[in-house]
Nanobody, 127 residues
């Protein structure tokens, strides 16, 4: 049973970098079994896929966020991290890390498409 846990600041100043880490237990992020993803849900809106990370370190980002996003792994800690530069209040959301099997070149946006989810963490971008 894979478990995921998000961690990071709950409050970010505008123009600063939003950084969240997902700690994975019950499986290795380099095993190749799962695609590792970040998803967010702004208040009153639907889930928005942010990006995918493969066991090899390859990444795929939502085109609308691509210029500000990076996702990378720390294999020694079995973690992967999201960094979103130049944060604005529109980045305020509940952020989730998740894992799924399937095609890497797909940005999944439905809960049912993922095998495992973290509990989510609220991030507010405000001064």
């Amino acid at each position: 049973q894979v478990q995921l846990q998000e961690s990071g600041p709950g409050l970010v100043n505008p123009s600063q970098t939003l950084s969240l880490t997902c700690t994975v237990s019950g499986g290795s992020i380099t095993s190749g079994t799962y695609i590792w993803s970040w998803i967010r849900q702004p208040p009153g809106r639907e889930l928005e896929w942010i990006g995918n990370l493969a066991y090899s370190g390859s990444t795929l980002y939502n085109s609308s966020l691509k210029n500000r996003t990076s996702i990378f792994m720390d294999t020694s800690k079995n973690q992967f991290t999201l960094r979103l530069n130049s944060a604005t209040p529109e980045d305020t959301a509940v952020y989730y890390c998740a894992a799924r099997r399937g095609r890497f070149l797909v940005g999944a946006t439905k809960r049912s498409e993922y095998d495992y989810w973290g509990q989510g963490t609220q991030v507010t971008v405000s001064s």
